[in-house]
């Protein structure tokens, strides 16, 4: 083993910084994390994130321009996290329409989520400080376009970056 082999991907490692809006720290605030995973427009992308962080997601922000994709499979998977994942902040149109799925599959169930309806990131944000407990995460990854309510992903993204920040 060449140890300038070993010395560059030490060196890459230690420097990588992660491409906004996909899976971004945003940072630890209150003993709370915050991610920002705004690119994921689709519920697929929404179950991976929940999945890669783990058991610590406990709030969700969800939601956002309706293409008049399905969101059942997504409403499935969200219950079957419900032990740990406990807070679902959720922006119009598709925030609506995620949880009438959740509802659909098993309203008795749903009733084990905290359920917040926003209009705006400041919303959002706070009610995320206010029901995220200390030592887990609150995730940004809406399943959904971000057309109906900001500019674009990035915009999203980034409005919610700084209301963290403003916020804390």
């Known amino acids: 083993f060449d140890t300038r082999c070993g010395q560059t991907i030490e060196t890459a490692l230690s420097t990588y910084r992660p491409l906004p809006h996909r899976l971004e720290f945003v940072g630890c605030h209150q003993q ?7 690119l994921a ?8 994130a929940v999945s890669g962080l783990g058991d610590r997601v406990q709030t969700l922000i969800l939601g956002g321009f309706d293409r008049g994709i399905s969101y059942k499979d997504l409403a499935r ?4 996290k419900r032990e740990t994942l406990k807070n679902l902040i ?9 949880w009438q799925e959740i509802e659909a599959i098993s309203a008795s169930e749903a009733k084990g989520f905290t359920r917040i309806s926003v209009s705006n990131m400041q919303d959002a944000v706070e009610a995320a400080f206010r029901l995220t407990e200390k030592e887990h995460i609150c995730l940004l990854s809406p399943a959904s ?19 963290v920040e403003r916020a804390r």
């Open 77 to 80: 998977f969200l219950l079957g």
């Open 90 to 98: 959720l922006f119009p149109t598709t925030g609506d329409r995620i």
């Open 32 to 38: 709370i994390d915050f991610y920002n995973d705004s």
């Open 145 to 163: 376009s971000s057309l109906n309510m900001f500019r674009d992903y990035q915009d999203r993204g980034d409005q919610f970056r700084r209301e």
């Open 41 to 48: 427009t689709i519920p697929q992308a929404t179950e991976s």
